[in-house]
Nanobody, 127 residues
């Protein structure tokens, strides 16, 4: 299984971006799909998760109400729709996959529980 994230870029404060993460060598319907991010000089942190069916989502408090995770299992792709972006959202964003037993479970926020990681995509929000 490989994950490929894309869609990062430079955006002004208050702007929007949509990140994509395509899974190959498998299907996203087998995994809870996550987004994490790592800002310069900081530890990587959880951003959002989507259950295998896409019916359950959970978010970090810092992005709740501004970010939306969605998925297209037929295309083996998960998205992160980011709006009302702030300079503090500047980070490298990573997608990850966690194999979960229950299709409506969002899984865990623990990095060490992830089965697969993609390479990051950079998001820079200018003030």
């Amino acid at each position: 299984v490989q994950l490929q994230a894309s869609g990062g870029g430079l955006v002004q404060t208050g702007g929007s971006l949509r990140l994509s993460c395509r899974l190959s060598g498998g299907t996203t319907s087998s995994f809870a799909m996550k987004w994490f991010r790592q800002a310069p000089g900081k530890e990587r942190e959880f951003v959002a998760t989507s259950s295998r069916t896409g019916t359950v989502a959970d978010y970090a408090d810092s992005v709740k109400g501004r970010f939306t995770i969605s998925r297209d299992n037929a295309a083996s792709t998960v998205y992160l729709h980011m709006s009302s972006l702030k300079p503090e959202d500047t980070a490298t964003y990573y997608c990850a996959a966690e194999r979960t037993r229950h299709p409506t479970s969002g899984g865990t926020r623990r990095e060490d529980a992830m089965d697969y990681w993609g390479k990051g995509t950079q998001v820079t929000v200018s003030s």
